[in-house]
């Protein structure tokens, strides 16, 4: 019987996140999800029989980011897999507690954070991975350079994009970062899925998420391509799969030089003030 792994899932108590979290903690693994809604965070622990931890985070908080952080590095020593599934859609621009905009802080900082902090957890694991769910392989254009917060000419399906583009980025700094590290950086985009698609939407943009809602493939069969990515994580240090196809990680979509301006940007806006 194979031993028990930790897999840490953000965004584990709805869609694509909530059913890797149940279906591995079925399997025996324990399984740590982190998420903002308690009572959520609850029933997951019901249904888990043991094998489930939750802990609550507004992933749109650095506070609350390193808070979890911290109790995940003195918990866990051996982290096996990080999956990386939170994602909040906003029609409307909004800034959180540190004044940074929503969707670039839960959708990318945190991703950043969850990453970096727990990747000595993670080189303990015999064959350790990250899965980020975030949709790999647009253009650069995806990323406003200039106002990369979006202060100008925000679009909710704008941040979403840019976010995107920002984990393809940061998948890239993370091999950069660690050469010689066993951990394995996949990005993963599952393809348009019948989940809850959780946001803050206007009219127009309800009535769209509806009929992804209707039309979309069901969660089982998005997230078949994820189980085999934890369950065996590529020989590539970043590997990047569209519906189960892998695609090039080494062009221009992925360039190295863009990956370290948006590293060192990164590092340099959450860096504490003094």
Known sequence: MPAM?????????????RYLAQAYAERGDRVVVIGRNAEKGKAFLERAGGHGVFLPADLGSLAQNRAVLDELRDSYPVIDALVLCARFFRSNRAETED??????????LSRFLFGHEL?????????PVIVNVAGPGGDLSAVSWNDIQLTQHYTGGGALGQG???NDLLGVAFVQQY???KTRYVLVHPGVTATAQIGDYDRATELMVANLRRYGKPIPVAAAPIFELVDNPPADPLTAVIEGRRIN???RAFDPTAARTLDALTRELITPRP
């Open 5 to 17: 792994r930790t897999i840490v899932i953000t965004g584990g108590t709805d869609g694509i996140g």
């Open 99 to 108: 004044g940074i905009e929503a969707t670039f802080a839960h959708f990318y």
């Open 119 to 127: 990747h000595e957890n993670l080189e303990r694991a015999a064959r």
């Open 164 to 166: 995107g583009k920002l």
């Open 179 to 181: 050469p010689t590290g």
């Open 249 to 251: 990680v080494t062009g």
